[in-house]
């Protein structure tokens, strides 16, 4: 890491939710510097304590940012301390303004908007009323101490259009901040939705394993060597009859189960169709995949179905084939199941492998 990339971490963190809440700090920052400077060219010497008040408070929610998660401070409280703070300095720069302290009033907005994005509406709510009781506060001070300066009447109506102003602007962005919540309630659905809806295009329901369309997916985006391992539940059509298809849903759920849990990283499994399951081993020779295949067929004879106390031993027959060269998939699987249907006819519970 350079000099800068750590004078950068160093600043403002990794974390982009931290950088995210920075970037506001700084937006707030610039802010004030701007008002104060425009502030400085009308108020001259009196802008300088509010400078730097200013200032020192902005370094102050600097390192309250930086240090929040440390401090366990959430947006939200550090967005109410920073808007309380603003008040005061509109309180501060309505005083010293002279005939041109009406224009600071629409800080207070200013203040309001900033801070509702990070505030609930009621929180923007009773912000916006403490700026205005503090800003009443300061034009009743004023009036009663420097009538000539500050006329009772035109505070009186000042006020008025300050807090008329205001409690639009709370109310306006307290719907634009519901609005925002639906739209992401919404929008979460959607993502919800979607989610569900490709793990159903690609999972099949009934054992979790991928489907046939999923696999067709897959095998088009392998482009390596391989094997195809297609496997046959053996006489599965006799345990439906004889036990019903519950059971036989029971027997394909296990046996895809430990089919998963016998297979490597990499590998995939689909259920193919009915009881057949295809499996891809990409990267793998003949003789490593009959061998991977063959373990996994001997271990069936511990199988235990949940639920189902069946006469004989659960067993599968399994074609194998390797891909020749760039040849497509297609024929690959049908040298599998070719080699499948030799391995039924030789007696069931056994692996062949294509020529």
């Known amino acids: 890491m350079g000099l800068h990339a750590r004078v950068v971490s160093l600043a403002v963190g990794t ?26 060219i009308e108020a001259g010497a009196d802008a300088l304590g509010l400078g730097v008040y200013a200032a020192l408070g902005a ?52 203040v309001v908007v900033f801070c509702t994005f990070a505030l609930r509406p ?24 420097d009538p000539l300066h500050y006329p009772p ?44 809806i490709r793990v159903l295009a690609t999972t099949d329901e009934l054992t979790s394993v991928s489907n046939r369309r999923h696999m067709n997916e897959v ?43 016998a297979l490597r990283d990499g590998d995939v499994l689909a259920r193919w169709g009915g009881e057949e399951f295809l499996v891809l081993l990409p990267a793998t020779t003949l003789i490593a995949a009959r061998a991977l295949i063959e373990s996994i067929r001997a271990g069936m004879a511990s199988l235990v179905v949940p639920g189902v106390d069946l006469a004989a031993r659960v067993s599968f027959s399994a074609g194998l084939a390797a891909r020749q060269g760039r040849e497509p998939f297609s024929a690959t699987i049908n040298r ?19 020529a």
């Open 59 to 110: 370094a102050t929610f600097y390192a309250l940012v930086r240090a929040s998660a440390r401090l366990r401070l959430r947006p939200h409280t550090l967005a109410a301390l920073q808007g309380l703070f603003g008040v005061t300095c509109n309180m501060w720069a309505y005083s010293i303004m002279g005939p041109l302290r009406g224009a600071t009033l629409m800080g207070l907005m200013v």
């Open 153 to 196: 009447r035109v505070e009186a109506v000042t006020f008025a259009l300050m807090a008329g102003c205001s409690l639009t602007v709370t109310f306006l962005t307290g719907e634009m901040n519901k609005l925002r919540a639906r739209l992401k309630a919404k929008r979460e659905i959607v993502e919800a939705a979607l989610v569900t």
């Open 336 to 354: 599998a199941d070719k080699a499948l249907y030799r391995a039924k006819a030789a007696g069931r519970d056994r692996v062949e492998c294509a």
């Open 15 to 40: 974390d982009p939710k931290l950088r995210r809440m920075l970037s506001y700090w700084a937006a707030t920052a610039a802010l004030y510097a701007v008002f104060v400077a425009l502030m400085g």
């Open 122 to 145: 009621r929180q923007t709510l009773l912000l916006a009323l403490c700026g205005l009781l503090g800003m009443g506060a300061t034009m009743w001070w004023h009036q009663l101490r």
């Open 219 to 261: 095998l088009e985006d392998e482009h390596g060597p391989a094997c195809i391992a297609l496997i046959d539940i053996d006489f599965f059509k006799q345990i439906n009859d004889r036990h019903g298809h519950a059971a036989g849903d029971a027997v394909l759920r296990a046996v895809a189960h430990r089919l998963r849990d």
